[in-house]
């Protein structure tokens, strides 16, 4: 189903607004790549380091251990302050921010107060390092909350989940406004784990409304169906079902990893395969024209890459798994380059489409990317809905 209008500008709106919440679980080299002023603290950290450099020499020995500290403590001001200034929030209202290092499958995240809203955030950050790509790159999915998950994606979401002091944050954040939702945000890994959150929250039969936004989610979760032998999973899938009517999702243009799973890339490498037949037996000529782009695409060769993937059934562990979204918004720049468009979409038909090739498939998942399209647009309407 497509929203109201008056429900879609409060869904992109809001959208927007907590995709800065996203970009700032970066940190502050995002933060800095966004282009916002962080207020005094580059002055700060420069006065500091002339501090010490004046030293007089003989103290410098016995200062090694006090300057580290200075500095580290220094950094982390200066994290903090520029977090703050980007969100526009008050220094009381973040209240738990991870430190850097650490465990290396616990995703560094902040909870924070957004008054405006009314919410106690809860911030992912997204793809960053290499610990970060191997979870990416371990796609086999495992049971979790009445389904099937990502695998990579489930361990990093429980590990979040059962942290002792990203709790007592939480905690914290609802004894200090009790009224307020939760709202869980995050941009590619972080927009994974976020949706899951979202679903473990509702399957365990938490009241606290929540909302979730991710943005340029890959496909983590497969609802496993409702069969008639098993009438008492029904209220399991309910569950997740009004989990997954709190999420929404944004897709950025080009991005490829909305569509990338096991499941696709094996419909991917079957299709090449099958291409790969018809084209071996042409002759060399013809073959080269149409790698270099030339020439007449034959008939044969549409409607292989059309079908092929619709033969191959998913297996046990690679199932087709969704974005874990009630809406999906997609949205691309306009020919004019200056505004976007935007549809919602099915994630049970985005799921059926091949991986997205093109040139700026990954540039488009970069957070820069999401901020330009998912910032401008608010005012127009979608041109289409997906069903």
């Known amino acids: 189903d ?6 879609t500008k409060q869904i992109v709106e809001e959208g927007a607004g907590y995709l800065r919440y996203a970009v700032a679980a970066y940190g502050i080299f995002e933060i800095q790549a966004a282009e916002m002023n962080g207020g005094g603290v580059q002055e700060e950290e420069e006065s500091a380091l002339e501090h010490w450099l004046h030293l007089p020499g003989h103290l410098w020995g016995k200062a090694t251990d006090t300057i580290t500290n200075y500095f580290e403590s220094l950094a982390d001001i200066a994290r903090r302050d520029r977090l703050i200034n980007y969100l526009g929030i008050e220094d009381e209202d973040l209240i738990y921010l991870t430190e850097p290092g650490g465990d290396p499958i616990l995703v560094r995240h902040f909870v924070a107060i957004d008054n405006t809203n ?3 955030v809860l911030a992912i950050r997204g793809t960053y390092c290499a610990s970060d790509i191997l979870t990416d790159i371990l796609v086999m999915s495992t049971d979790f909350c009445g389904g099937r998950a990502h695998r990579g994606f489930v361990e990093r979401a429980l590990t979040l989940w059962n942290n002792p002091d990203t709790a007592a944050a939480l905690q914290r954040g609802f004894e200090l406004h009790p009224d307020y939702r939760l709202v869980l945000v995050g941009h590619s890994l972080g927009a994974g784990i976020a949706s899951l959150l979202t679903i473990k929250h509702y399957y365990d039969n938490n009241p606290r409304e ?3 936004y991710g943005y340029g989610s890959p496909p983590v979760y497969w ?6 032998s098993s009438p008492e999973l029904e209220p399991m899938r309910a569950s997740v079902q009004q989990a997954i009517s709190k999420t929404v999702c944004f897709i950025n243009g080009a991005d490829t990893i909305p569509f990338l ?4 890339i094996r419909r991917l490498a079957f299709t090449l395969n099958r291409v790969d037949e018809v084209t071996r037996h042409m002759d060399i000529f013809h073959r080269l024209l149409l790698a270099r782009g030339g020439g007449s695409v034959p008939q044969e060769l549409i409607d292989i890459v059309k079908e092929a993937s619709e033969d191959l059934a998913p297996v046990f562990a690679g199932e087709r798994l969704q974005v874990a979204a009630h809406y999906v918004i997609w949205y691309e720049k306009e020919p004019d380059d200056s505004t976007f468009d935007y549809k919602f979409c099915s994630p049970k038909r985005l799921a059926n489409l091949s991986i ?6 990954i540039f488009d998942h970069m957070a820069p990317g999401y901020e330009d399209g998912v910032l401008a647009l608010g005012a127009p309407l979608p041109s289409e809905a997906t069903q």
Do not use: F, G, H, I
Not at 223 to 228: E, F, G
Not at 261 to 264: L, M, N, P, Y
């Open 2 to 7: 497509t929203p109201s209008d008056a429900e």
């Open 118 to 120: 009314k919410a106690v």
């Open 210 to 212: 929540v909302q979730c």
């Open 223 to 228: 609802l496993k169906p409702l069969s008639a």
């Open 261 to 264: 799973s096991v499941d696709s």
């Open 356 to 361: 997205l090739l093109d040139r700026n498939m």
